[in-house]
């Protein structure tokens, strides 16, 4: 009988490490379960990958714009392409024209899709159907397209070698001053007329920094940055 309470007590310790091993170990697995994570509170939200495996003409993406029915367009270095459920599918355009880079995309309210290109110009995509916009500044490449308000009130910007303003289906150069077009334009925003002041264009420049000018333009202000 002596002995008795020793081994009870060796008994009862190695009970209860079992039990302690026993809740780690179901911690740890209800821990581990893909059910039980909330990627949400921990700041992940559900993604898909689209590489060239998907469709993709390449996986360098330049631009990427959604038009208002929710179709995805992207522009790749090489070639443009559309979503399609859990693939995309290449557009070529026209005999091929838009199987090179893409260098900008714009996606109007109106449901149209431009289309910058580099060496064929800009395009445009309406009711399914390819129209070529021509060429803003002749053989220098377009560095972004820009759209502003909708309907019959939409403006479409080219910048690049200059800024120029979409007119009907071609482009009317804006009289930017000299010390604006010294440098290379890469964006443009529209300040819409309001108490009385007219509207402005900010143009931004390679080398010549910040210009805002009058809506048309006539004068431009260097702003400091």
């Not at 714009?106 to 390819?130: E, K």
């Not at 972004?144 to 939409?154: A, D």
């Not at 964006?187 to 900010?202: K, N, Q, T, Y």
Request: neutral net charge.
């Amino acid at each position: 009988m002596p002995c008795a309470r020793p081994r009870q007590a060796t008994r009862a310790a190695l009970a209860a490490l079992l039990v302690v091993f026993a809740t780690v170990a179901g911690l740890a697995n209800a821990r581990s379960s893909p059910g039980d994570i909330d990627l949400h509170r921990m700041g992940w939200l559900p993604s898909d990958t689209f590489g060239v495996g998907q469709g993709m003409p390449a996986p360098t993406v330049n631009a990427i714009a959604a038009l208002p029915d929710g179709e995805v367009w992207l522009g790749t270095t090489r070639g443009l392409a559309r979503q399609s459920g859990p693939r995309m599918v290449a557009e070529p355009g026209p005999d091929g024209v838009l199987e090179g880079a893409i260098l900008d995309l714009v996606a109007t309210p109106d449901g149209d899709l431009l289309v910058a290109t580099d060496g064929h110009g800009v395009w445009r995509r309406r009711d399914g159907q390819w129209t070529s916009l021509g060429a803003p500044f002749g053989s220098e490449r377009v560095q972004r397209l820009r759209s502003f308000g909708h309907g019959n009130g939409l403006r479409v910007f080219a910048i690049g070698h200059g800024v120029a303003e979409l007119s009907g289906d071609g482009w009317q150069a804006l009289p930017l001053p000299a010390e604006v077009r010294r440098g290379e334009q890469f964006d443009l925003a529209l300040e819409p007329a309001a108490d009385g002041r007219r509207g402005a264009l900010w143009v931004a420049s390679y080398g010549t920094g910040l210009h805002r000018c009058n809506d048309p333009p006539g004068s431009c202000t260097a702003v400091p940055i």
